[in-house]
C-alpha cells in the first residue's frame, strides 16, 4: 500500500531551522514525484517544493528559494526539507505528497498529487 508520513515538525523562532522528513512506503522514489506543501489556518494549500524521479530534478517556489533545500534518500526511501530562515507567515500543516509520473520536471500543483500524508505541524514565533 502506497503511503507517505511527515515527522520533524515543531516549535521554532523566527529565523530558525527546521528539517522535515517524508517516509515512503509502497512504492520507489525512483518513479515517483515526491512535493512538500504547507496550509496556513484559513488559508488555501501551496506548494513549497518538489523533487522529481530519476532524474531527482528540484522545483521551488518563488518564496522559499535560497533558504529551504529539498533532498531526496533513495536508500531510505525517504524525502526531506530542510528549512532555514523560518518567518512567522509560515507556520501552519505541511504536507509531504506523491505522484506517479515519467515527466522530467516535477510541479507544485495540488491537483496534481494524489497520494498524501497526514501533515506535520510547523509553528514560528518567538
Known amino acids: 500500500q502506497l503511503q507517505v508520513v511527515e515527522s520533524g515538525g515543531g516549535l521554532v523562532q523566527p529565523g530558525g531551522s527546521l528539517r522535515l522528513s517524508c517516509a515512503a512506503s509502497?512504492?520507489?522514489?525512483?518513479?515517483?514525484?515526491i512535493g512538500w506543501f504547507r496550509q496556513a489556518p484559513g488559508k488555501e494549500r501551496e506548494g513549497v517544493s518538489c523533487v522529481g524521479g530519476r532524474a531527482a530534478t528540484t522545483n521551488n517556489a518563488d518564496s522559499v528559494k535560497g533558504r529551504f533545500t529539498i533532498s531526496r534518500d533513495n536508500a531510505k526511501n525517504k524525502v526531506y526539507l530542510q528549512m532555514n530562515n523560518l518567518k512567522t507567515e509560515e507556520k501552519g500543516l505541511y504536507y509531504c505528497?506523491?505522484?506517479?509520473?515519467?515527466?522530467?520536471?516535477?510541479?507544485?500543483?495540488?491537483?496534481?498529487?494524489?497520494?498524501w500524508g497526514q501533515g506535520t505541524k510547523v509553528t514560528v514565533a518567538s
Open positions: 509502497g512504492f520507489s522514489l525512483d518513479y515517483y514525484h
Open positions: 505528497a506523491a505522484r506517479f509520473s515519467y515527466n522530467y520536471y516535477c510541479q507544485l500543483r495540488v491537483s496534481e498529487y494524489s497520494n
